[in-house]
């Protein structure tokens, strides 16, 4: 045991609570003094190219596999040279081995898909995920466990049990034994302390298990020998007391206290030249915003529509194979394969989305469990790694399942570290009614999911063909990209209306916006829509057009963040506008941008917005009548128009 280690690991996380004390430190901190030992086996079996997943209480697990401790220290400073650039602050690190979140399990999906890209490299590195006591009360570490058993992802899952859930006794919280869970999954389990003589020994087996292409998990019993973060701490002082007596690093004082000053001596040295030093760095005093809703002009050219025989599905299905076809990707979701041992008979995906591709690209295009969190978690491991990922959600209403993936992880790894981190990853999901499905796997939930930072949100119509959308997204693509698809339009083929009297035009973007111009009168409206909407509008414009209303329709694909620039010319021509969703229009995009509307004075004559402000119910007659369509369309507009 390099117990030198341990000790400046020790001396860091003090120095933090004395710099709290003085107040130069700000947020929180969750130091892991009395489990510093733990970390330190864990380094010394560490190699090149294996990651760490850690959790709130990381500073241990950062320093102990070579982690910069100035940076680091610079980061609890709040100083713009911290290893997060002072924004992820104490949970939150980053570097080529390591990552953070205080999202209690909510890395050990991401660690799954990790190694999971690693064993497809054939390399022997692995991921280490810390998980805590507490943390076993989260499903999403089952999930994880689940999916590194049926994958064999080689992937290390450390328990360090210091018997407390912050401030809850573990054995309060718990039922059964941790290893009877585990081990339900066909996962190797070994079970150690750090005051037990085969510490290190049981340390090197299961990491050495790892390696060899299997999940491991390792429960580590330990005691934290300071209260959870600063100084809420509610247990018996005489416990505490009888486990200082025994911690590890004090025993090494009284058997080793030269030695053990030497290294206190030399790492109170050390930082604290470090903290003189960073007293002269700047502090972070602002942070980049992020602009939702943006005004900005891109070219345009005209398109053309003649049909080409090939329905959305299968266009679809094309776009994938092209995205698929570069080795270093990646496709997971319930039931995309084709055939498997067990099932002969086809099936490729709910919608045939997927069809033939589990047997064109074998390992890389596979079926998981129904476990939606942790389906997008892997796609996110797999995208740290270096793949670019497709996570498909099987009804988009299932997406609530995924949001904590979503939201805490996939949109704040690209930022909430002070750098750049790129997360090639796509998750494609139905959403929409029209099939009788009721009122759980028929809703359009895309308002839920606009405008999170770094995430990107498409889509999909009929108008343009989805395989242009692959092919930028896998050469482009560096943010999480959310793409909806209409269920309805699956089975429709492209381009499929003729439309007389109007021009289509594109904005030259990565993903660009549609315009259905008429050519030869002035419109007098403007109708905006996306999805599978487009259809239903389409389908309005010749009633419309014998009632003298002559809309022009915008149709974005990009939907967030949106660029509202072909919204606001046209209705500088029509002074009216209406918006269609299919979803409720309450605190969703056309709330924006009537906002937008308002905050740049923007003068229109009339607003109106169609949407959906039921639940979706499974009878045929009422799903009819709840859900914006082109009846309900042209009554609306006409009425809005002349009323």
């Known amino acids: 045991m390099d117990y030198s280690k341990a000790i400046l690991i020790r001396e860091f996380e003090k120095l933090l609570l ?85 999202i209690q399990g909510g890395l050990a999906p991401v660690a799954v898909g990790y190694a999971y890209i690693n064993k497809l490299k054939k390399n022997d590195n692995i991921s280490i995920v810390f998980l805590g006591d507490g943390t ?28 407390y859930a912050q401030s809850t006794p573990f054995k309060m919280i718990k039922k059964g034994e941790i290893k009877n869970r585990v081990e339900g999954f066909g996962v190797t389990y070994i079970k150690t302390s750090i005051w037990a003589s085969d510490f290190e020994k049981a340390v090197l087996e299961a990491i050495a298990k790892t390696r060899e292409g299997q999940p491991v998990f390792l429960e580590i019993e330990c005691y934290r020998l300071n209260s959870h973060s600063k100084g809420d701490d509610n247990r018996d002082a005489a416990e505490i007391e009888k486990f200082v007596c025994i911690d590890p690093i004090h025993v090494f004082y009284k058997n080793h206290s030269a030695k053990a000053i030497e290294y206190e001596n030399s790492a109170k040295e050390l930082l604290y030249k470090y903290l003189e030093e960073l007293s002269a760095e700047e502090s972070l005093s602002s942070m980049r915003k ?30 994938l194979d092209i995205f698929l076809a570069k080795e270093n990707s990646l496709f997971l979701g319930e039931d995309i394969m084709q055939t498997t041992e067990h099932t002969p008979g086809n099936y490729g995906g709910a919608f045939k989305v997927s069809e033939k591709l589990s047997e064109k690209y074998k390992n890389r295009v596979f079926n998981t469990p129904i476990c939606e969190s942790s389906i997008v978690g892997f796609a996110i491991g797999s995208a740290l790694n270096g793949y670019k990922s497709i996570a498909e959600i099987m009804f988009g209403d299932f ?26 990853m796509i998750i494609r999901t139905p959403m929409g ?21 770094n995430t990107r949100v498409l889509a999909l119509n009929s108008f343009y063909d989805p395989k242009n959308i692959f092919k930028t997204l896998y050469q482009h693509n560096d943010i999480l990209t959310l793409i909806i698809e209409d269920k309805i339009s699956y089975t429709k083929e492209i381009f499929w209306k003729d439309l007389k009297g109007y021009e289509i035009s594109k904005t030259q973007e990565e993903f660009p916006t549609l315009i259905f111009s008429p050519t030869k009168i002035k419109p007098n409206v403007t109708i905006l829509c996306y999805g599978g909407m487009l259809d239903e509008v389409l389908a309005s414009i010749d009633d419309l057009i014998i009632e003298e209303i002559f809309p022009e329709i915008i149709c974005p694909i990009q939907i967030s963040p949106f660029n509202i620039n072909e919204v606001v010319n046209s209705v500088a021509k029509t002074k009216n506008i209406c918006i269609v969703e299919e979803g409720s229009k309450y605190a969703g995009l056309s709330g ?36 914006p369509n082109k009846n309900i369309i042209f009554n609306e507009i006409k009425k809005f128009i002349y009323e």
């Open 18 to 102: 004395d710099q709290f004390s003085k107040g130069t430190l700000n947020g929180t901190v969750h130091t892991c003094v009395g489990q510093e030992t733990i970390a330190v086996a864990i380094s010394e079996n560490f190699k090149k190219g294996d990651r760490v997943f850690s959790n709130h209480r990381g500073h241990g697990h950062f320093i102990s596999v070579g982690g910069d401790v100035k940076l680091l220290l610079a980061e609890m400073l709040g100083k713009k040279c911290g290893i997060s650039s002072g924004i992820g602050g104490s949970q939150h690190l980053y570097n080529d081995n390591f990552i953070s979140n205080g």
């Open 136 to 163: 076993m009360g989260e499903g999403i570490v089952y999930e994880a466990l689940n999916l590194a058993a049926i994958y064999a992802s080689p992937t290390l899952f450390v328990m360090e049990n210091n018997g």
């Open 290 to 319: 992020h602009i939702s809703i943006f005004n900005e002009k891109a070219d345009k050219e005209k398109i053309t529509s003649e049909k080409i025989g090939k329905r959305i599905n299968k266009l679809i299905n094309e776009g």
């Open 399 to 424: 997406l609530t399942l995924a949001f904590d993936q979503i939201l805490q992880q996939g949109s704040k790894i690209p930022e909430m570290f002070g750098q750049k981190v790129e997360l090639p």
């Open 433 to 453: 009614g029209r099939r009788g499905y009721g009122p759980t796997h028929s809703q359009n939930i895309e308002k839920h999911f606009l405008f999170i930072p």
């Open 592 to 627: 924006e941008i009537f906002s937008y509307f308002v905050e740049h004075k923007i003068q229109i004559n009339k607003a109106v917005r169609i949407s959906n402000e039921s639940l979706i119910p499974c009878a045929k007659e009422a799903e009819i009548t709840t859900i």
